[in-house]
Nanobody, 116 residues
Framework: QVQLVESGGGLVQPGGSLTLSCAAS????????MSWYRQAPGKERELVAF????????TYADSVKGRFTISRDNAKSTVYLQMNSLKSEDTAVYYC?????????WGQGTQVTVSS
């Protein structure tokens, strides 16, 4: 079965960096696009970054452009989110997502807290 397992979250000071990982299994990872979303308390879940399957084309939310980088390692079936210059407003639970034949799969999420 499809599984997405996020890791790498934690507490970081403003201006710091974190790298999130999402290990995928149960499907042909290289054939599918992957996304990172986040959900802050009291807010809707929002798209943070997207990476396509073949060319690895990327798109980002305006709020993270220039600070976050999404990448993938198809040999390891893993997608990453490198987060730099973190701000307090980046505090949220971060989820990875994929969609296979109209079925959406989510990981369990990893908490990122940016605070001094």
């Amino acid at each position: 079965q499809v599984q997405l397992v996020e890791s790498g979250g934690g507490l970081v000071q403003p201006g710091g960096s974190l790298t999130l990982s999402c290990a995928a299994s149960g499907f042909t990872f290289s054939s599918y696009a992957m996304s990172w979303y986040r959900q802050a308390p009291g807010k809707e879940r929002e798209l943070v970054a997207f990476i396509s399957s073949i060319r690895g084309s990327t798109t980002y939310a305006d709020s993270v452009k220039g600070r976050f980088t999404i990448s993938r390692d198809n040999a390891k079936s893993t997608v990453y989110l490198q987060m730099n210059s973190l701000k307090s407003e980046d505090t949220a639970v971060y989820y990875c997502k994929t969609q296979l034949r109209s079925v959406t799969y989510w990981g369990q999420g990893t908490q990122v807290t940016v605070s001094s």
